[in-house]
């Protein structure tokens, strides 16, 4: 995860779902900072911006900060997903708010618990070191005690230290270091598809000059 940086409300979001949102909830008198009740049959409204969110955030997860591919798979389902950083189960009227929306890869959304921790919006420095060749992570060395214990709440919450995220950012490096694949990427496309990656390249000081 790193810094992500909130994008301004889109002008159809408080007719398409905000509105919406709140007329169903009044309906079932389900007030304003209120939790839902028991077993609540949720209208999805929030789906409708997940387009929304694709184009706002540049279709960039905001927990792996890898690229998600905004059309539907063969399954119907889809890469991204809106989540909910507030739950739902928590204040219902959160449900159907742009500022509560970030865009998530849903293997991470499904998985994530309810326990609290620092939004992308929020964060003002980069938790995470990355070990380019394996794609593992581990908290950065440099941080403060306060900053240290965010960064361990945030691998803890989303686990994105999973094997399987870590062969995903391994291929990224991979494709971007070898120059003969036929699928390799350019600094100008890792950069667009793994800011997180790039960041690290850079920060390390790998970047390929292609000058």
Known sequence: MIPVTRAPEPSKFNKKVRQ???RFLKRHHV?????????FAWRRYWSRA????????NDICAYLAVYLD?????????????EHFIPKAQ?????????????????????????PLTCPYDLDFYP???????????????????Q??????????????????????????ARYKDRTREDALTNAQIARYAPFIWYEIQRQGVVIDES
């Open 148 to 173: 240290e214990e965010k960064a361990y709440e945030i691998l803890d919450a989303l686990g994105l230290d999973k094997e399987v995220y870590d062969a995903e950012r391994a291929e990224y490096y």
């Open 91 to 115: 204040d219902a009227w959160m449900a159907y708010e742009w500022k509560n929306y970030l865009l998530a890869d849903r293997r991470v959304n499904s998985t994530r618990g309810q326990e």
């Open 20 to 22: 919406p949102g709140r």
């Open 70 to 82: 905004p059309d539907i798979d063969g399954t119907g389902n889809r890469e991204g997903s809106v």
């Open 50 to 57: 997940l387009p929304m969110l694709h184009k706002s955030y």
């Open 31 to 39: 007030k304003q900072g209120d939790p839902p009740p028991a077993n």
């Open 128 to 146: 995470f070191e990355l070990m380019l060749e394996t794609g593992m992570i581990a908290v950065s060395e440099d941080l403060t005690p306060e």
